[in-house]
Protein backbone atom coordinates (compact mmCIF):
# COMPACT_ATOMS: atom_id res chain seq x y z
CA UNK A 1 0.00 0.00 0.00
CA UNK A 2 2.04 3.10 -1.33
CA UNK A 3 -0.59 5.29 -0.24
CA UNK A 4 0.10 9.10 -2.34
CA UNK A 5 2.65 9.26 -5.01
CA UNK A 6 4.02 11.81 -7.28
CA UNK A 7 6.46 12.01 -9.70
CA UNK A 8 8.84 13.57 -10.50
CA UNK A 9 10.22 15.20 -7.07
CA UNK A 10 12.58 17.47 -8.74
CA UNK A 11 11.75 19.44 -12.33
CA UNK A 12 12.99 22.15 -13.73
CA UNK A 13 11.45 24.03 -16.67
CA UNK A 14 12.29 26.85 -19.16
CA UNK A 15 9.56 29.29 -19.20
CA UNK A 16 6.98 28.10 -22.07
CA UNK A 17 7.57 24.57 -22.09
CA UNK A 18 4.95 22.23 -20.31
CA UNK A 19 5.04 19.10 -18.54
CA UNK A 20 2.60 16.98 -16.11
CA UNK A 21 3.20 16.26 -12.88
CA UNK A 22 1.91 12.43 -11.88
CA UNK A 23 -0.28 11.62 -9.09
CA UNK A 24 -1.49 8.30 -8.14
CA UNK A 25 -2.97 6.75 -5.43
CA UNK A 26 -3.73 3.46 -4.24
CA UNK A 27 -5.79 4.20 -1.70
CA UNK A 28 -9.42 4.04 -3.40
CA UNK A 29 -10.20 7.69 -2.71
CA UNK A 30 -13.05 9.28 -4.39
CA UNK A 31 -11.77 12.70 -3.81
CA UNK A 32 -8.66 14.36 -5.16
CA UNK A 33 -7.03 17.52 -5.56
CA UNK A 34 -3.78 19.80 -6.53
CA UNK A 35 -2.41 22.48 -4.27
CA UNK A 36 0.91 24.42 -4.55
CA UNK A 37 2.77 25.94 -1.63
CA UNK A 38 4.94 29.03 -2.48
CA UNK A 39 7.96 30.07 -0.63
CA UNK A 40 6.46 30.79 2.99
CA UNK A 41 3.20 30.20 2.68
CA UNK A 42 0.33 27.62 3.36
CA UNK A 43 -0.93 25.73 0.80
CA UNK A 44 -3.42 26.86 -2.00
CA UNK A 45 -5.83 24.72 -3.92
CA UNK A 46 -5.52 24.61 -7.89
CA UNK A 47 -8.01 22.16 -8.94
CA UNK A 48 -9.61 19.09 -7.49
CA UNK A 49 -11.85 16.09 -7.90
CA UNK A 50 -14.63 14.22 -6.18
CA UNK A 51 -14.79 11.02 -8.63
CA UNK A 52 -13.27 9.97 -12.23
CA UNK A 53 -14.53 12.10 -14.89
CA UNK A 54 -15.14 15.15 -12.58
CA UNK A 55 -13.15 18.28 -11.84
CA UNK A 56 -13.85 21.57 -10.89
CA UNK A 57 -11.37 24.74 -9.66
CA UNK A 58 -10.28 25.82 -7.04
CA UNK A 59 -8.59 28.78 -5.68
CA UNK A 60 -5.60 29.25 -8.08
CA UNK A 61 -6.60 27.28 -11.21
CA UNK A 62 -4.95 29.74 -14.14
CA UNK A 63 -2.21 28.02 -16.31
CA UNK A 64 -2.98 24.37 -15.72
CA UNK A 65 -5.01 21.58 -16.74
CA UNK A 66 -6.61 18.31 -14.84
CA UNK A 67 -8.32 15.39 -16.23
CA UNK A 68 -9.45 12.08 -13.98
CA UNK A 69 -10.35 9.35 -16.34
CA UNK A 70 -9.56 6.38 -13.71
CA UNK A 71 -9.84 6.80 -9.75
CA UNK A 72 -6.81 6.29 -9.39
CA UNK A 73 -4.96 8.95 -10.99
CA UNK A 74 -5.21 12.79 -11.37
CA UNK A 75 -2.33 14.56 -13.39
CA UNK A 76 -1.92 17.93 -13.55
CA UNK A 77 -0.15 19.48 -16.68
CA UNK A 78 1.15 23.27 -17.06
CA UNK A 79 0.26 23.91 -20.24
CA UNK A 80 3.07 26.74 -20.85
CA UNK A 81 5.46 27.08 -17.62
CA UNK A 82 6.10 30.51 -16.04
CA UNK A 83 8.23 31.50 -13.12
CA UNK A 84 5.46 32.31 -11.12
CA UNK A 85 4.81 28.81 -11.24
CA UNK A 86 7.54 27.98 -9.68
CA UNK A 87 6.59 26.03 -6.43
CA UNK A 88 5.75 22.79 -4.62
CA UNK A 89 2.85 21.33 -5.80
CA UNK A 90 1.17 18.89 -3.71
CA UNK A 91 -1.59 15.89 -4.52
CA UNK A 92 -3.95 15.08 -1.79
CA UNK A 93 -6.44 12.30 -1.26
CA UNK A 94 -9.80 11.92 0.60
CA UNK A 95 -12.65 9.47 1.38
CA UNK A 96 -15.59 11.61 2.66
CA UNK A 97 -17.60 10.84 5.68
CA UNK A 98 -20.63 9.51 3.26
CA UNK A 99 -18.40 7.02 1.75
CA UNK A 100 -17.37 5.33 4.84
CA UNK A 101 -14.19 7.39 4.93
CA UNK A 102 -12.89 10.05 7.50
CA UNK A 103 -12.90 13.06 5.48
CA UNK A 104 -9.43 13.42 6.01
CA UNK A 105 -6.87 14.72 3.46
CA UNK A 106 -3.59 12.69 3.17
CA UNK A 107 -0.96 14.47 1.23
CA UNK A 108 1.65 13.29 -1.54
CA UNK A 109 4.88 14.30 -0.65
CA UNK A 110 5.27 16.57 -3.24
CA UNK A 111 6.90 18.17 -6.26
CA UNK A 112 9.37 20.63 -6.21
CA UNK A 113 9.15 22.97 -9.45
CA UNK A 114 11.55 25.61 -10.75
CA UNK A 115 10.84 27.60 -13.95
CA UNK A 116 13.76 29.52 -15.04
CA UNK B 1 -14.70 32.73 1.50
CA UNK B 2 -12.93 31.63 4.63
CA UNK B 3 -9.31 32.82 6.15
CA UNK B 4 -7.50 31.58 8.53
CA UNK B 5 -4.62 33.52 10.13
CA UNK B 6 -1.65 32.17 12.13
CA UNK B 7 -0.14 35.31 13.85
CA UNK B 8 3.03 33.67 14.85
CA UNK B 9 5.53 33.36 12.13
CA UNK B 10 8.54 31.71 14.34
CA UNK B 11 8.05 30.27 17.96
CA UNK B 12 11.00 28.13 19.52
CA UNK B 13 10.42 26.24 22.88
CA UNK B 14 12.86 24.47 25.09
CA UNK B 15 12.91 20.70 24.85
CA UNK B 16 10.36 19.29 27.36
CA UNK B 17 8.67 22.56 28.23
CA UNK B 18 4.86 23.30 26.60
CA UNK B 19 4.20 25.61 23.68
CA UNK B 20 1.09 26.83 21.80
CA UNK B 21 0.48 27.97 18.62
CA UNK B 22 -2.24 30.18 17.48
CA UNK B 23 -4.84 30.06 15.11
CA UNK B 24 -7.82 32.34 14.35
CA UNK B 25 -10.15 31.89 11.79
CA UNK B 26 -13.10 33.59 9.57
CA UNK B 27 -16.44 31.56 8.51
CA UNK B 28 -19.90 32.21 8.07
CA UNK B 29 -20.00 28.32 7.92
CA UNK B 30 -21.53 26.25 11.47
CA UNK B 31 -20.46 23.17 10.65
CA UNK B 32 -16.87 22.68 10.07
CA UNK B 33 -13.59 21.01 10.39
CA UNK B 34 -10.34 22.16 11.74
CA UNK B 35 -6.76 20.62 11.09
CA UNK B 36 -3.66 20.94 12.26
CA UNK B 37 -0.82 19.89 10.27
CA UNK B 38 2.97 19.80 10.54
CA UNK B 39 5.38 19.94 7.71
CA UNK B 40 9.17 19.16 9.00
CA UNK B 41 12.11 19.42 6.52
CA UNK B 42 11.21 16.49 4.41
CA UNK B 43 7.81 18.61 3.49
CA UNK B 44 5.83 15.94 3.95
CA UNK B 45 2.36 17.11 5.04
CA UNK B 46 1.62 14.96 8.22
CA UNK B 47 -1.70 15.74 10.07
CA UNK B 48 -1.28 16.33 13.58
CA UNK B 49 -4.92 16.45 15.10
CA UNK B 50 -8.37 17.61 13.92
CA UNK B 51 -11.44 19.12 15.53
CA UNK B 52 -15.17 19.37 14.06
CA UNK B 53 -16.82 21.94 15.45
CA UNK B 54 -19.92 20.69 16.25
CA UNK B 55 -17.92 19.02 18.90
CA UNK B 56 -17.74 20.72 22.34
CA UNK B 57 -14.87 18.59 23.60
CA UNK B 58 -11.43 19.55 22.79
CA UNK B 59 -9.41 16.84 20.14
CA UNK B 60 -6.58 15.23 22.03
CA UNK B 61 -3.57 13.61 20.43
CA UNK B 62 -1.18 11.87 23.03
CA UNK B 63 1.09 15.12 23.08
CA UNK B 64 -0.97 17.62 21.21
CA UNK B 65 -3.75 18.93 21.99
CA UNK B 66 -6.58 21.94 20.95
CA UNK B 67 -8.14 24.82 22.48
CA UNK B 68 -11.14 25.17 20.35
CA UNK B 69 -13.13 28.49 21.00
CA UNK B 70 -15.99 28.56 18.36
CA UNK B 71 -17.62 31.67 18.97
CA UNK B 72 -14.35 33.65 18.82
CA UNK B 73 -13.05 31.36 16.13
CA UNK B 74 -10.13 30.31 17.83
CA UNK B 75 -7.91 27.01 17.32
CA UNK B 76 -4.90 26.73 18.82
CA UNK B 77 -2.28 23.82 19.45
CA UNK B 78 -0.37 22.99 22.55
CA UNK B 79 2.75 20.39 22.31
CA UNK B 80 3.70 19.66 25.66
CA UNK B 81 6.79 17.65 26.62
CA UNK B 82 8.46 19.33 23.50
CA UNK B 83 10.77 16.39 21.39
CA UNK B 84 13.50 17.45 18.92
CA UNK B 85 11.19 15.95 16.27
CA UNK B 86 8.79 18.29 16.86
CA UNK B 87 10.53 21.19 15.01
CA UNK B 88 8.75 21.90 11.91
CA UNK B 89 6.58 24.19 9.86
CA UNK B 90 2.48 24.08 11.82
CA UNK B 91 -0.61 25.04 9.49
CA UNK B 92 -3.43 25.23 10.71
CA UNK B 93 -6.49 24.78 7.97
CA UNK B 94 -9.92 25.29 7.60
CA UNK B 95 -12.62 22.52 6.16
CA UNK B 96 -16.19 23.28 5.27
CA UNK B 97 -18.35 20.15 5.81
CA UNK B 98 -19.07 18.46 2.60
CA UNK B 99 -16.33 20.29 0.81
CA UNK B 100 -13.58 17.66 1.46
CA UNK B 101 -11.24 18.61 -1.27
CA UNK B 102 -10.98 22.38 -0.21
CA UNK B 103 -8.87 22.87 2.56
CA UNK B 104 -7.61 26.78 3.70
CA UNK B 105 -4.30 27.31 5.32
CA UNK B 106 -2.83 29.40 7.27
CA UNK B 107 0.27 30.78 6.78
CA UNK B 108 2.39 28.41 8.81
CA UNK B 109 4.23 28.59 12.19
CA UNK B 110 8.25 27.55 12.17
CA UNK B 111 8.88 25.96 15.46
CA UNK B 112 12.52 25.13 17.00
CA UNK B 113 12.37 22.84 19.41
CA UNK B 114 16.00 23.41 21.41
CA UNK B 115 17.97 21.02 22.89
Known amino acids: NAGVTQTPKFQVLKTGQSMTLQCAQD?????MSWYRQDPGMGLRLIHYSVGAGITDQGEVPNGYNVSRSTTEDFPLRLLSAAPSQTSVYFC???????????????FGPGTRLTVL | AQTVTQSQPEMSVQEAETVTLSCTYD???????LFWYKQPPSRQMILVIRQEAYKQQNATENRFSVNFQKAAKSFSLKISDSQLGDTAMYFCAFMKLMAGNMLTFGGGTRLMVKP
Open chain 2, 27 to 33: TSENNYY
Open chain 1, 27 to 31: MNHEY
Open chain 1, 92 to 106: ATLRPLGGGGTDTQY
